[in-house]
Structure formats: C-alpha cells, structure tokens
C-alpha cells in the first residue's frame, strides 16, 4: 500500500515537472550547470524519482545529478537507477551520460556560481544544511 502512495505522488512529481518545464520560460542565468535537474536527497523517493525521470519519454533528453549527503550508497543508488537492482524493471537509455551521483560537498565545489533548471528536494527538513545550489526565481 505504501508502495502505491509512493509512486502516486512520483507520478504527480513527474507530471507538474514536466507541464511547468513547459508553461515557464524563465530567463536563464548567464551559467547553467551541465545536468539540468538535480535531485537533492537521493535517498529511497529520491532514487526512485531519478529512475522514473530518466525513463520517461518527456525526460529523454534531460540530465539529472543526484546530490547525497555521503558516498556510502552510491553503488545501490547507481544499480537501482540505471539497472541491475533487485527490484530492476530493465535499465535506462543512455543512463551513464544522463546521470551522475555526487556528495553535497563535491556539487557545492564543482558548480559553485552555476545553477539547475529544476531543483527537486528530496532530502528531510535537517538532511541538508547547505542549499546553495537552490537559486531563488
């Protein structure tokens, strides 16, 4: 049963990210990172949504980083969003150029003064200190 709520609300994540990306065109600003979604808190719903992100048709060709606060489930959070998890329903085109993992501190150094054209925040209320990758628009 938790299991339904849980892919109900991916779902409507899903559908308002997708019908927002293209009811706005705000204006960009001068430096936009590489990947163009970021997920911060890729823990279980985290993981699940990067895994339903890059599988949707309407997501093909977007980019997605996952922000964790350690690296010590990088490896299960890779399998299960690319492929190979237990729970695996097959894997994701062109997921290892369309997806990449990284810690709070590698992303605050690799895209410090860049910014994400979708922030979805995953992560608990006290899960993550720093939110500077979140620009304000």
């Given amino acids: 049963m938790a299991a339904n709520n849980i892919n109900r609300i991916l779902v409507l994540l899903l559908m308002t990210i997708s019908s927002s990306t293209r009811a706005f065109s705000a204006p960009q600003p001068a430096v936009t990172a590489k990947s163009d979604l970021v997920v911060v808190g890729c823990g279980v719903l985290g993981t699940s949504l990067c895994k339903q992100l890059l599988s949707h048709p309407d997501f093909a060709s977007r980019t997605v980083t996952a922000i964790t606060k350690s690296t010590g489930r990088h490896d299960a959070i890779r399998s299960q ?47 993550i200190r720093r939110l500077s990758l979140c620009r304000e628009g």
């Fill in 81 to 127: 969003v690319l492929g190979g998890g237990d729970d695996d329903n097959g894997s994701v085109k062109d997921g290892d150029e369309r997806f990449q993992l990284m810690t709070m501190d590698d992303a605050l150094s690799q895209y410090a003064g860049h910014s994400f054209k979708g922030v979805i925040f995953c992560a608990p209320p006290l899960g």
